[in-house]
C-alpha cells in the first residue's frame, strides 16, 4: 500500500493551483505546505501536501527536472471521474482519455485522463459498476 508520493513539478505555483482545482471534485485540499522557513533540511524546497480529510498523500516539490510519469486517483463515483475530468480541462489540463470505460483492464474500470501542467498523465478511476 503506498501511503504518499511525490511528484517534481517545474513551476510551483501554477501546479499547486492546477492539482487543487482539479481533485477538488475527488476531495482533495492543501493539507500542509513546507517552506525553506519550516524545513530547513532542504534549503529554499517547498512542498506542498495535498490530501483528503486532512492526511497528506500527494507531495508536489518545485524541480528543473522532471520525468515522463503516471499517477491514478481512485474516486468513490463515475460521476467524480466526470467531474475530475471537467475541472482538470479547466485548470489548464490537456485532454488525453474522455471518461469512459476501459473493458481491456476490466468491465468496469471507468477512467479519465489528462496531461497536467508538466505532461505528467493523470488519472482518475472508479471500479465500481455503474449506480
Not at 76 to 93: I, K, N, Q, S, W
Request: hydrophobic content about 40%; some cysteine.
Amino acid at each position: 500500500m503506498i501511503d504518499h508520493l511525490t511528484i517534481l513539478v517545474t513551476d510551483y505555483r501554477r501546479s499547486v493551483k492546477f492539482y487543487l482545482q482539479a481533485l477538488a471534485p475527488l476531495g482533495y485540499a492543501m493539507t500542509m505546505e513546507l517552506d525553506d522557513v519550516t524545513y530547513k533540511e532542504l534549503p529554499s524546497a517547498f512542498f506542498a501536501g495535498l490530501g483528503v480529510d486532512g492526511k497528506p498523500d500527494l507531495w508536489l516539490r518545485p524541480s528543473t527536472h522532471v520525468a515522463p510519469t503516471h499517477v491514478a486517483f481512485r474516486a468513490r463515483t463515475r460521476a467524480m471521474v466526470d467531474a475530475f475530468y471537467r475541472e482538470a480541462l479547466a485548470a489548464g489540463a490537456t485532454p488525453n482519455g474522455e471518461p469512459g470505460i476501459r473493458a481491456s483492464y476490466h468491465p468496469n474500470y471507468y477512467a479519465a485522463f489528462v496531461l497536467d501542467p508538466d505532461g505528467y498523465n493523470i488519472e482518475a478511476v472508479c471500479h465500481k459498476p455503474p449506480e
